[in-house]
Nanobody, 125 residues
Framework: QVQLVESGGGLVQAGNSLRLSCAASGRTFSTYAMAWFRQAPGKDREFVAA????????YYSDSVKGRFSISRDNTKNTFDLQMNSLKPEDTAIYYC??????????????????WGQGTQVTVSS
């Protein structure tokens, strides 16, 4: 059974950093697309970042580009989201997601088959 588990969330002041990690199990994920989404109270789930499995290419939403970076470690079956220069508007539950190829529309939540249960990130002013 495929499982994705997020970790690393917590409380942080604006301007500081956090690193989220997603541990994947149940499959070989080296070719899978991996992504992070987030959902703030009263808002829809939104795309944050994605990374392709076969080539070195990443995708970011405009709101986090230049501040966040996504990476993967296939030896550990994990992928991370490094979040720098955090802002209060980054406060949300962050979800990791994965999908076997092909993935059409890396920024669409509907493109991903497997999801974690989320980890809370709270950024104070």
């Amino acid at each position: 059974q495929v499982q994705l588990v997020e970790s690393g969330g917590g409380l942080v002041q604006a301007g500081n950093s956090l690193r989220l990690s997603c541990a994947a199990s149940g499959r070989t994920f080296s070719t899978y697309a991996m992504a992070w989404f987030r959902q703030a109270p009263g808002k829809d789930r939104e795309f944050v970042a994605a990374i392709r499995g076969n080539v070195d290419r990443t995708y970011y939403s405009d709101s986090v580009k230049g501040r966040f970076s996504i990476s993967r470690d296939n030896t550990k079956n994990t992928f991370d989201l490094q979040m720098n220069s955090l802002k209060p508007e980054d406060t949300a539950i962050y979800y990791c997601a994965a999908n076997e190829p092909p993935t059409l529309g890396y920024g669409r939540s509907g493109a991903y088959k497997y999801w974690g249960q989320g980890t809370q990130v709270t950024v104070s002013s």
